[in-house]
């Protein structure tokens, strides 16, 4: 009898270990599965608005548009008469095409790895341009600490002199309409040639401009905020528009310091409080 007692207690005891090894295995595969799916819902959300991106480029990674706008005093470059383009054609054409001039002192930012000193010209693969990117706030420099999930300086920079920029960071296909185009069907419906990178690496101004009016932001969550009525106000109050100048030579560095990942986030969050405010 005894002996019998033993053995029900140790198949209870052999039962009881069995079965706790079996939940917490049940338990860790039900947070990997947890885990699993935010991260494809994260992938997702990313692929969807990097796909919505790759619409409007000519390069595959690209994020752009052909823009559209009104009359300026700068002139699209004229094809041969075999073109497809007529000189009423190029005058349609030049009268979507603006310049902006940011003046002597204006302050840009920027964020990069290494030392805000040490800044040069580099392949823009959205465009096929070579120069630098900057920003006229600094949340979207902070934004791109986020992007790409690792701490950078952020940089901030004055400008030495007047720089003209054309408004609209794809605007050089309509400066050269016969390389990109095959006739003003094409260009009106914005069907352009892909991959040809453009013979020059014109400065250019994008968000908040004539013929550039759309805000490029950061590919993060964090800025879907900014897609409400009252969250895109704030933005075009922070007075924010991508810049890309051809020669560093043009801007000095003023100051830099260097963020983690939390530390950009808390003071993108900094700026979304005021939503709330409002």
Sequence with gaps: MRQSNRKIKKIKR???RTNKRTNKRTNRTNRTNKRTKRTNKRINKRTKRINKRTKRTGYIRG???VNSGK?????SKGGPPESGFSSGNLKEINETIHIT???KGVILYRTQPISCKKIKPMNCEDTGKMGIYF???KYTPLGMILEYNKPMYLCKYKIKKDIKLYNGKYIFRSLEPER???TIEDWRKGKFIFNINPRESINHI???VKGGEEYFTPIHSIFDKFNTVKGEKLWEKEDEAEVFINDPKLVECISQNKFSISEAEKEINKLLR?????
């Excluded at 009359?71 to 002139?75: H, N």
């Excluded at 005021?274 to 409002?278: E, V």
């Design 180 to 182: 990109y185009y095959r």
């Design 101 to 103: 001039t940011l003046r």
């Design 135 to 137: 920003s006229k706030n």
């Design 206 to 208: 994008q968000g908040g």
């Design 14 to 16: 052999t039962n009881k």
């Design 71 to 75: 009359t300026d005093a700068v002139k």
């Design 274 to 278: 005021k939503i709330n405010l409002s």
């Design 63 to 65: 994020r752009a548009r």
